[in-house]
């Protein structure tokens, strides 16, 4: 298969023979010094057998976000090879985040406490760009370069819909969602699909006994769940 795009976390395959797109779940995890952190830009270490879990609970995860409308990029899953067949879409460079309490990144920009509850739930969207730290962006500054134009408020719409159901479904496993993110594309229709993943590398969480675990220790987790 063609290499398209080599990210930290997955690799962007084409299989030129039949022209399907398949993102291979790596064994690395993202975070900084030694600690691991879905919310970091950097890959913070490698955990064996991490990629197969990942593409486990994505599939999980996108069959459930299937069933209840949302139009997702996946078509299928190879376990054992640690592939996941997509559709092919355009996919710009943004990042779709929904928070439902103050954690992370906002808590250091803003000065702000951990946990205070947003009601409704506080979006944002950022220009995925590791060299920038990913900076937040507007919609007039999306259609400036390009990106998602006159989709904005569709994603986020669709981003809100990803949080109800994600919401409900983690909460029956114990699990309170504290913020995530997610990717979109969209078709040559313009029809816009939920991509990449959906893992405890988009998310984070706090479980029953308050602790927010990392994203290696909530994968497990939910793997006994589903």
Known sequence: MKTLYNGKTKTVMLDEATGVVNLFFKDSATGENGVFDPGSNTVGGSVEGKGKIGLKISKHFFEIMEKNGIPTHYLGADVEQGLMQVRKLTVPKLEFVLRYYTAGSMCRRFSLEEGIVFDPPYTEVTLKDDEQGDPLISERLCIMKGLAPGQYDEALGILVKVGEVLKKELSAMGLTLIDFKIEVGYDENGKMYVVDEITPDIWR???????????IDCAKMILEKI
């Open 205 to 215: 969480v706090r479980d029953e006994k308050g602790n927010i675990p990392n994203q």
